[in-house]
């Protein structure tokens, strides 16, 4: 097989975060979008961050900035948070996601 054919264009890709606690809190599941591939400096800047485990604060950034709406616009605008639980779960969402390189959709 050639590399050229495993090679293609990153595709929008929506997660879901439905888990009892946030559907409790929040009175539905929350729905982001993220591109199924990324560039790599984008790929290793976030295992390296995600492994060292010592610096959430950028690996929250970095993830935020992924973070999409259906249309493929950034969904989290300069100078808003989402609140922390919800954060917490988008990035393990994210991380695991884009980790797993067979992932085509996903649900947490």
Request: proline share 6%.
């Amino acid at each position: 097989m050639k590399l050229s054919e495993l090679s293609t264009k990153p595709k929008l890709m929506k997660l879901t975060i439905d888990d009892e606690d946030i559907v409790k809190e929040y009175g539905e599941p929350i729905d982001f979008w993220v591109y199924d591939r990324q560039p790599m400096k984008t790929f290793m800047s976030m295992a390296t961050v995600a492994d060292g485990g010592e610096n959430v604060g950028e690996l929250a950034e970095l993830v935020c900035g992924l973070v999409l709406d259906e249309k493929g616009n950034p969904m989290i605008k300069e100078g808003e948070e989402p609140p922390a639980n919800v954060l917490m779960k988008v990035i393990t969402l994210v991380v695991g996601t884009l980790g797993n390189s067979n992932s085509q959709t996903s649900k947490s």
